[in-house]
């Protein structure tokens, strides 16, 4: 029996911090989809199918036919942002999409205006925007997004709202004492407590208005004890941290096939080259480090030295991004991975990814989304770890390691729709087939 899921009646509002090059890229790839100008290419919500029973049913309708999905028509976009320009201008500027693409849905792009951003420039020292709320302190700001999601919800007519951060990487922060409990959290609001980043700012303002958040950086924001502690008070379903886009996705589809084969790993050499915003904001060391700390810990957990010291015990891993304008938004990296095989001796394999960042992250900040909204309707409060197949650094209860295997990470997703939807969880195990023909023959 599955669990009882509200049906996705209503509008779904999709409320973004951050309307960067993916966010734009996102909003302006829903309008032309809408419009029937294109495909929702690389979501798996809407073009993935998933298999339900056993094989010889034949029964694989798509995922958004299998779960009560919110209708890509039925979505509302709005946000904030540190610059005043409206969707449409920002994705002109972004330079991600061609301009014919966006001329197309102008007038649905136009008509998003950025509401202004909770901003601190201590965490983004790169980025220097004006279009920033006057509140004075961080509870008159956490205040103010409140006002902002309940005004957006109503204006529009909304059903629900998620949000889901877009923003810039913040500058490297451990969890504190403010941080522990939700009663010292909203102490430290009240106190101004400069240690409170912006994004937490929204999120908590978030979960208080019961709307779900989705932390799509390397951000600490809602992976801290107080956020989860408010999450599960107001019954309201995060899920962190940071998209899972090129490099690291590269990671996660070969680390788990050199570890199936017990190929051992001596060194994981990657480098980044991108000039967009993100790029800028990476260029500070500070931030840097929060996305380094993100992107590491990838390849430590698949490839674990301490369950296979003499395949991994000696494993070098390097990661470097640089910021080059030139490319824009087109991300290009290089991976370099020495590996040794029987008997020790070495190989090599080099990837040279050539990649457009926003166009791999606007169909994974949609699915996590409507997903999200989902968990939501299905009563699933506090972190959604079944949506770790679309996060570098998946929020896990504490205490638990993360699960960074892709296949893996796909397999709990799809148990997981199964199981809310009543449908029998697949292990792919197969042998009743066989018994079933050995049974058929005697």
């Not at 779960?67 to 028509?73: M, Q, T």
């Not at 978030?206 to 107080?226: I, R, S």
């Not at 090599?348 to 960042?357: E, T």
């Not at 809310?420 to 005697?442: F, N």
Request: net charge negative.
């Amino acid at each position: 029996m599955g669990q009882q899921v509200k049906d996705a009646n209503g509008k779904l509002g999709i409320l973004i911090p951050g309307l960067g090059a993916v966010a734009t890229t996102l909003i302006a790839g829903v309008a032309s989809i809408n419009k029937g100008f294109s495909k929702p290419i690389g979501s798996v919500s809407q073009l993935s199918r998933i298999r339900l029973g056993k094989r010889t049913e034949n029964r694989n309708p798509l995922i958004k036919d299998f779960v009560p999905l919110a209708k890509l028509a039925d979505v509302v976009f709005g946000g904030w942002d540190v610059y005043e320009d409206n969707v449409y201008e920002a994705a002109s500027k972004a330079q991600v999409l061609e301009q014919g693409q966006l001329d197309a849905v102008k007038a649905e792009l136009e008509a998003i205006q950025p509401m202004k951003a909770v901003f601190d420039r201590n965490f983004v020292k790169n980025l220097d925007g004006s279009h920033i709320k006057t509140e004075k302190t961080r509870r008159e700001l956490a205040d103010a997004v409140q006002r902002d999601i309940r005004e957006f919800k109503e204006k529009n007519g909304l059903d629900r709202v998620v949000l889901v951060w877009c923003g810039s990487t913040e500058r490297y922060i451990e969890t504190n004492e403010a941080f522990s409990t939700l009663a010292k959290l909203e102490e430290a609001l009240d106190n101004d407590d400069q240690r409170i980043p912006p994004s937490m700012v929204y999120c908590y303002a978030a979960l208080k208005e019961g709307a779900p958040y989705v932390n799509g950086a390397p951000n600490l924001t809602c992976d801290v004890p107080a956020i989860i502690e408010l999450a599960h008070e107001n019954g309201v379903a995060i899920a962190g941290k940071d998209f899972k886009t090129g490099q690291t996705l590269m990671k996660t589809i070969v680390a788990p096939g050199l570890q199936a084969r017990a190929l051992g790993v001596e060194g994981w050499f990657s480098t980044n080259i991108l000039g967009n915003r993100d790029g800028l904001v990476l260029d500070d060391p500070e931030n840097f480090k929060t996305k380094e700390v993100s992107k590491l810990s990838v390849l430590e957990e698949i490839l674990d030295a301490k369950k296979n010291p003499e395949l991994y015990g000696d494993l070098y891993h390097k990661v470097r991004i640089n910021y080059y304008p030139p490319h824009g938004d087109n991300k290009e990296s290089w991976d370099n991975i020495d590996i040794f095989g029987w008997l020790g001796y070495k190989m090599q394999i080099k990837i040279n990814f050539l990649c457009r960042d926003s166009i791999l992250a606007a169909p994974v900040a949609l699915d996590l989304a409507l997903f999200i909204d989902l968990a939501q309707r299905a009563g699933m409060s506090g972190i959604q770890e079944w949506l770790s197949f679309y996060l570098k650094s998946p929020q896990t209860a504490p205490g638990l390691p993360p699960e960074h295997d892709i296949f893996k990470q796909l397999m709990k997703l799809q148990n997981t729709l199964r199981h809310i939807m009543g449908e029998d969880l697949i292990t792919h195990l197969g042998l009743d087939y066989y018994q079933e023909l050995v049974d058929s023959i005697q």
